[in-house]
């Protein structure tokens, strides 16, 4: 038996066998994820976030040597290279720096999960609000985007953490507080793109209120650039709170964050170049793994 298929082509006939035998074609999701899997450095990138957040979680069982996380002293074995017992050495005051680099994973990816949590909160509806109402709102809402980031990112994350004072928490709030644009600008020009969609404005004529519209019409359909940004930005947030640690403003000692170790340790170098080191691989490989992570994302939610 004859099926008669219509193509771009032309009417294509084929048999019943050939039609069993022919490939399905594959399902939205399964392009999708195709697409990202085949972008190795994106997996690879994914798979030491999960190896970082895994250690973070367990950090407190498999931690060789749980008490360097705090003040402890250890005068015996300060600055000893790296060996079987310390595989990443120890620091100025003898405390053993893989244990720290470890627990300091914990600190790193709160930074990311703050600071994206206050950008977004802050960024996307003011994004909504600027696209949908267009207008005066627009034009003051932009514009105070426009101000904000006319002041570089780290420069304006140091000056509220003065004013709020040095701290770790003080730091991601700051950063958070500058992050915002970003987002408010990714939110506000897809809402411009989508508002005058058919699904909106079916949405309207049926009496469905603004908040509405935005936030169950339009958000879902601007998350995917959202996603993107999220990973991309994580990376550059862990790399800002990690430099204000550098200069002070951020964790205090002895506080094991990846900022502040390579401050402390900075002052030993060359001799001891491992406890300046390993942070700041530590630090290189979140960032770039974020990075990685958003690149393939964007692969991921790309259009064919």
């Not at 408010?184 to 049926?206: D, M, N, P």
């Not at 019409?217 to 990690?242: C, D, K």
Request: with cysteine; hydrophobic share 50%; proline share 5%.
């Amino acid at each position: 038996m004859a099926i008669v298929e219509e193509t771009a082509g032309g009417v294509v006939s084929r048999t019943a066998e050939e039609a069993e035998m022919a490939p399905a074609r594959k399902s939205g999701f399964r392009r999708r994820l195709s697409r990202f899997l085949h972008n190795r450095l994106a997996v690879a990138g994914t798979l030491v976030l999960l190896f970082l957040l895994l250690v973070a979680m367990l950090v407190p069982w498999i931690a060789p040597y749980p008490d360097d996380v705090a003040d402890s002293l250890n005068f015996d074995a300060v600055l000893a290279p790296p060996s079987l017992q310390h595989l990443m050495g120890t620091d100025e005051v003898g405390r053993d720096v893989l244990t720290r680099v470890m627990f300091g994973a914990r600190w790193s990816l709160a930074m990311a999960a703050i600071v994206l949590g206050i950008a977004v909160t802050l960024g996307v509806p003011l994004g909504l609000c600027a696209g949908y109402y267009g207008g005066v709102l627009e034009q003051i809402l932009m514009r105070l985007t426009d101000g904000f980031s006319a002041v570089p990112a780290l420069v304006l994350a140091l000056a509220i953490t003065v004013l709020l004072g040095p701290s770790l928490l003080n730091a991601m709030v700051a950063i958070g507080f500058v992050w915002w644009r970003g987002f408010a600008r990714i939110a506000h020009g897809q809402t411009l793109s989508k508002k005058q969609e058919t699904y909106v404005v079916v949405a309207r004529s049926l009496g469905a209120s603004d908040l509405h519209v935005m936030f169950r019409e339009i958000l879902p359909n601007i998350s995917s650039p959202l996603f993107v940004s999220l990973a991309l930005n994580a990376g550059y947030a862990v790399l800002t709170g990690t430099a204000l640690s550098f200069l002070g403003a951020g964790a205090r000692p002895p506080t094991p964050e990846w900022g502040q170790m390579v401050a402390s340790s900075r002052n030993y170098l060359p001799q001891g170049w491992w406890a300046s080191l390993f942070p700041g691989l530590a630090i290189f490989v979140t960032v770039v793994s974020f990075n990685l992570l958003g690149d393939g994302l964007r692969d991921y939610f790309s259009e064919e």
